[in-house]
């Protein structure tokens, strides 16, 4: 395995903050999700950026690399295609399910993968497809999860170090998920970090969260917390890793607080390195405070370099070489082993979408807390791509609690586009909304995006009728 370029700390691109990004003072790279963007149609903040010299690297959301099927051809042509069209240096996804085929079912989020043998053979098959069909190196994730699977049979650390023996890939560490994993799963994030190979770190992502009733919500959506921070610092103890980088996906602050965030990424890297003496470095193992870090986030915000400036980043010390001789392949996951995963994986997603019963072993209590999160993950996506469906009934509040009596126990099966459509539709079919002149409003959005007129009412009153009794 060949050592990783050296990205330095970057930033994840998004259309909302795309001016900010341009600005941010001493930027080396950035992410986009891969889903996002059209080779040929570049977003012309993103072609700036190229221009400068900044590095973007494509992250798929939706291969799917750990479900029981092999990858999607047309997913992985479409990733490939993205990796060339950026110039990118590598390609990153992550070690999760979104789908079954038997049902079709389609989560909508990445949901963590059994650790144990079977899931592990079918993964690494899944892993060896992907990067025959890649033009550069992948890196997987560790994704965050509230669900523990029982009777697993690996740990974490040991589930990554199998993989990568077995089939080359290279980690990309959620630092974030560590902690989200500490808190829903009793995970120990220094277990997880002495046991993987390090000489196989791609990069590393930071993100913030909140805890609510005891579950930590990997949001994406607030401030990067010192605890995160600290596992930034554990990890650097160990390793200069790669690149860093800092994830923001929604309610996004002003452009001088993802600076000050930027710069207490940067104080972490310079003040924990593994080769900083005996008195500064924590021991390995051992999860180390955020003292001299902890300042800086308390703001949520430090001081931006001027205008112009750049920003110091460590000097990169060399990833050290993994051997030679590239690992052997993966037997392949016979069909069997595809069929028990994919019973398992299909148990467990019906209950998140279809409201079928929980299985058996599962923390009854959490598998609810994640469907829920599931619609409202559903209900927001749907809100971006159709943002006249809350005006038309109301307002969020009103919105929100009428597509939840809708996705309740109705899985996505074509996309969010279609469910807004369906969830549309669904509405109309019940006379809602109560208010004439919004159902009108209603009736013209839907029949200018379906091409066709709403059900009459007689159908309306058949179709109610045959729902209440299935």
Known sequence: MEPMAHLGVGIGWRPEISVAVERLPGLDWVEVVAENICPGHLPDALVRLRERGVRVVPHGVSLGLGGADRPDPEKLAALAERAVALGAPLVTEHIAYVRTSSPALEAGHLLPVPRTRDALDVLCENVRIAQDALPVPLALENIAALIS?????????????????????????DVANLHTNRVNRGEDPAAVLDAVPLEALAYVHVAGGVERAGVWHDTHAHPVPPVVLDLLAALRSRVDPPGVLLERDDDFPPEAELAGELTAIRTVLTAAGPDSGPDSAPSRGRVPT??????????????????????????????????????????????????????RQAALLSALVAATPVPEGFDRRRVHVQARALIAKRAGVVAALAPELP???????????????YAGGRPMTGGYRRDA??????LLIRDLPADPAARRRLTAWWRDRAGARPPRRVVRWARALVGRAA
């Open 391 to 405: 005006g038309i009934l109301g307002g969020d509040g009103p919105y929100r609690e009428a597509f939840s009596a």
């Open 421 to 426: 459509l369906d969830f549309a539709e669904h």
């Open 290 to 343: 955020a003292a001299g870090v902890s300042a800086v986030t308390a703001a949520s915000a430090p001081a931006a370099p001027a205008a112009g400036a750049t920003a110091a980043a460590p000097a990169p010390t060399p990833v050290p070489a993994a051997p030679e001789a590239a690992p052997a392949p993966p037997a392949p996951a016979g069909e069997a082993v595809r069929t028990r995963v994919g019973l």
């Open 149 to 173: 699977w029982p009777d697993e049979e690996m740990t974490e650390g040991a589930f990554l170090s199998e993989l990568v023996a077995r089939t080359g890939v290279r980690l990309l560490i």
